[in-house]
């Protein structure tokens, strides 16, 4: 399995599994090759509804962009997943 098909697997998985549509900022953030076992670690960023600014007076106090939430994919080489996590 190349990197490109892992990132796309990875992706696909994170927005499936945490029922993410297409404005919820989904993206790739890191990747690593692992040895053993042979497979990556793809690292995707997104951000849920609770993490968009607020409306009003509360959204002079919040940053502009929305905090983003990481989550570490390891994608065997035989394509299977072996987990998500969250990244720390």
């Known amino acids: 399995m190349d990197v490109k098909e892992a990132v796309k697997m990875a992706i696909e998985h994170v ?3 945490f029922d993410l549509d ?3 900022n989904v993206g790739l953030e890191e ?3 692992i040895e053993i076992p042979e497979g990556w670690n793809i690292t995707v960023g997104f951000s849920r509804p609770w993490d968009h600014q607020l409306s ?3 959204s002079a106090l919040q940053p502009m962009q929305p905090k983003r939430q990481y989550r ?5 080489e035989t394509g299977q997943i072996k987990s998500v996590k969250i990244r720390e």
Do not use: D, P
Not at 72 to 76: E, G
């Open 15 to 17: 927005i499936e599994l």
């Open 72 to 76: 570490v994919v390891k994608i065997l």
């Open 56 to 58: 009003g007076i509360g």
């Open 22 to 24: 297409g404005s919820s």
């Open 31 to 33: 990747v690593e090759y």
